[in-house]
C-alpha cells in the first residue's frame, strides 16, 4: 500500500509539474502579453508594445502587400489557422509613426467601388468623391514568414521515475520549441528600388497536451493554447524585423552607382564596355559627360551613355575651348575638367 500510494504521489507530482510548465510557456521576445496589440488613430496610438520603435515624424506612405500565393501563407492559414499579417502589421506601423499607412487590399476594394457609384451618378451631388484625391503609395513592406518547429526529448528521464512513465512520457514528450522568423522588405515605388529589409525572429517553449488526455474537451483546450503562442511568435518576430527595419531607415543613405541607377551598371560582361573604359573615366561616365555638355550647349543629341559621333564631337569643342588633347574621348583630364 505504502509503495502505491508513493507512485499515485509521484505520478501527480509530475503532472502537476507538467501543469505549472504549461502554465509558466516562455517567450523569449515579446513577452507574455501580445507582443503587438492597442490601437492606433493617426499619429495617436495606444497601448503599444513599449519596445516599438517610434519616429518624431512620417517617412512617407506605405502600403502592405503579402502574397497570398507562398507556401509560408498556406501554412499560416490552413495549418495554423491564423488570419493574413496585412493588419498586424500596419497597426505595428501606424503605432509607430514611422509611415502614413495606405489601404491596398479589401478596404480599397470598397473604396473603388464608391467611387464607381459616384462615377455612374448615382450618388448625392455632395459626397465629394472625386478624381485625383487618393494619396499615392510612397513605399510597399512586403512580409515573409519562415517557420521552425522542433520536438524535445527529455521522456526518457521522466518515464524512469515510476512506473507511469509511458503516460507521463507522454507530457515531457510533447515538449517543442516553436520558432518563427520574419522578413520585411521595403520598396520604392517609383523606381522599384529595394531601400531596406530586416528579418527578426522569435521563440517559445511550449507544451502540448494531445499525446497525454486523448481526446475530448481536454484537447479542444490545449489545441487552442497551442494556437495562441504560434501566434505570440509569429507577432513578436515581426515586431523585431520591423524595429531592425527602422532602425535601419533611419540611417538612411541612397545607394549610389556611377552614371545612374539602371544605365548599366558597373560590372561589364563580355562583349560590353563598362563606365571607365573606353567610355569614360572611372567615377564619371560617358552619361555624366554627356549631360554636362549638354548643358553647356555643346551636345544636341540624347543623353544615353553611349559613344558616337556626336559626343565625340561634343567632347572635342569642350577640349578644345578648355585647351585640352583634342582626343574626343572622355580621358582623365576632360573628365576632371567637366566635374569642375
Known sequence: ??????????FAAAIAAALTLTGCS????GGGKNPVSGSAGGAHSAN??????????PLGTLAVEEDEGEPWYAVLTQ???LPATTPLIRMMIQQSNCFVVVD???GMTSMMRERDLAASGELRGNSNLRPHQMVAAD????????FSQNTGGGAAGLAGLVPYGALIGAVAGSMKTSEASTTLMLTDTRSGVQVAIAQGSAKNMDFGFGGLFGGGGAVGAAGAYAKTPQGKVIAAAFLDSYNQMVKA???????RVAGGLGTGGQLGVDGQERPGQGGGEAGYSLMDAQRKLATLGLYKSKVDGRPGPGTSSALSSFQ????????GKLDADTAAALQE
Not at 249 to 255: S, T
Not at 320 to 327: A, D, E, N, P, Q
Request: proline fraction near 8%.
Open 1 to 10: 500500500m505504502r509503495i502505491d500510494s508513493l507512485k499515485h504521489g509521484l
Open 79 to 81: 495549418q495554423y489557422h
Open 249 to 255: 531607415v533611419r540611417e538612411y543613405a541612397p545607394q
Open 48 to 57: 503599444a508594445n513599449p519596445t516599438l520603435e517610434h519616429c518624431p515624424k
Open 139 to 146: 513605399y510597399v513592406a512586403t512580409p515573409n514568414i519562415q
Open 104 to 106: 491596398r487590399g479589401r
Open 320 to 327: 578644345k575651348i578648355r585647351g585640352l588633347s583634342v582626343t
Open 26 to 29: 516562455t517567450m523569449q521576445t
